[in-house]
Every structure is written in structure tokens, then in C-alpha cells.
T-cell receptor, first 112, second 115 residues
Framework: GDSVTQMEGPVTLSEEAFLTINCTYT??????LFWYVQYPGEGLQLLLK?????DKGSNKGFEATYRKETTSFHLEKGSVQVSDSAVYFCAPLYNQGGKLIFGQGTELSVKP | DTGVSQDPRHKITKRGQNVTFRCDPI?????LYWYRQTLGQGPEFLTYFQNEAQLEKSRLLSDRFSAERPKGSFSTLEIQRTEQGDSAMYLCASSLGLPLGDEQFFGPGTRLTVL
């Protein structure tokens, strides 16, 4: 069935370090791809999205590019801040706007 | 626009009791989704509605679970004869629906604890 695999956490980085969180999905159909973020004690927030091959989603300094050939949607940020500490979820959306399939989440901890 | 709201935010119940949760989506959003999230895991899809029609149900949704969206606005999720394994965060999300937009916006969730 449809699935997504995320890089295991926790990931611990120093402030201003470069961040990559890997995400790959099964290539059933042509899903839209999303990254959601969950800050401590808060609900899920949409971080960014991409809807077709080679699209780049970006928000708050985070970027991810839809790579159809490798079925990947890796999240990157050039310089992380302590305030980026959160759990990040990769989620493809299948069936033309139906259910999101979430990865297990990657916890990021940024130290000053 | 006030976003997706859920009520209650927390519910503690005894095994065997019935519980009902409510979700109010963003106004004008046609689609409404229910997910369940356990500690340390990503949310799992339960069911979703297009207006008042329930379009898909997960195999996770046993016969004890029922969801409704009677007028195409708010939705309720009922769990009958709760079990300890039902303890989780129940999340509601809404979207405009394609072709207008497929982004799902989530509510704060209802945390259920079954004793």
C-alpha cells in the first residue's frame, strides 16, 4: 500500500547548522507532497508543499524539492535556530485530495 | 477566520463507556478529515467527508467507531464501548478540496485517555 519513510530521529544540531531530513514515498500515482511541523505542546502546522515533479516548496527558510525519479521530498534548511526544535512529518497526499499518509516523524532538537 | 476547532480538548473515560468528539472545520471548507495519533507516531487516517458524504473509511475504524457530518458543516466522532487501546489524540482537519486546494489544516486535537 501507500507509504512514506522518514529519517529516524532524534536529530540534534547546533544553532546555525545545516539541516536535512530525508523522506521517500511509494510511487503509487502522482501524490502532492507536504511537510508538517509540530512544535512542543502545539498542533500540526502545514510547513510547505509541492504538487508536481521538480516543484520546490519553501517557507520560513525551509525548502523541499519534489523528486519524482527518486520518489523523495527531503526537507532542508541552511541555518537552523533553536526555535526550529519540533517534530517534522513528511506526508504524501494520494487519491486527489483524500488522505494524507504520514511518516513516523523526525524530532529535531537545536542547541544554542 | 478562527481555524479548525475541536471539543473537548481532553477526555478521560472508563473502559466500556461511550465518548463523542466534535470538530468544527474552517468555514467554507468542503472536506473534513479525522486522524488518530499515538505517542511518538505520525497521525493515521480514519475517515473523511466531502460535504455530508463519507467518502472513505480506514480499516482501522472498527464497528465501534462512527463519524457523521449531518449538514456538511461540523462533524462528530463517536467511540462506543471504549477500550484502553483507544487512548490517543484524535485530530480533525479540513480543506477546500480540489481543485480549489488540497492543503489540510489541523485542529488542536482531542486527547482521549481510557482508564
Amino acid at each position: 500500500g501507500d507509504s512514506v519513510t522518514q529519517m529516524e530521529g532524534p536529530v540534534t544540531l547546533s544553532e546555525e547548522a545545516f539541516l536535512t531530513i530525508n523522506c521517500t514515498y511509494t510511487a503509487t500515482g502522482y501524490p502532492s507532497l507536504f511537510w508538517y511541523v509540530q512544535y512542543p505542546g502545539e498542533g500540526l502546522q502545514l510547513l510547505l508543499k509541492a504538487t508536481k515533479a521538480d516543484d520546490k516548496g519553501s517557507n520560513k527558510g525551509f525548502e523541499a524539492t519534489y523528486r519524482k525519479e527518486t520518489t523523495s521530498f527531503h526537507l532542508e534548511k541552511g541555518s537552523v535556530q533553536v526555535s526550529d526544535s519540533a517534530v517534522y512529518f513528511c506526508a504524501p497526499l494520494y487519491n486527489q485530495g483524500g488522505k494524507l499518509i504520514f511518516g513516523q516523524g523526525t524530532e529535531l532538537s537545536v542547541k544554542p | 477566520d478562527t481555524g479548525v476547532s475541536q471539543d473537548p480538548r481532553h477526555k478521560i473515560t472508563k473502559r466500556g463507556q461511550n465518548v463523542t468528539f466534535r470538530c468544527d472545520p474552517i468555514s467554507e471548507h468542503n472536506r473534513l478529515y479525522w486522524y488518530r495519533q499515538t505517542l511518538g507516531q505520525g497521525p493515521e487516517f480514519l475517515t473523511y467527508f466531502q460535504n455530508e458524504a463519507q467518502l472513505e473509511k480506514s480499516r482501522l475504524l472498527s464497528d465501534r467507531f462512527s463519524a457523521e457530518r449531518p449538514k456538511g458543516s461540523f462533524s462528530t466522532l463517536e467511540i462506543q464501548r471504549t477500550e484502553q487501546g483507544d487512548s490517543a489524540m484524535y485530530l480533525c482537519a479540513s480543506s477546500l478540496g480540489l481543485p480549489l486546494g488540497d492543503e489540510q489544516f489541523f485542529g488542536p486535537g482531542t486527547r482521549l485517555t481510557v482508564l
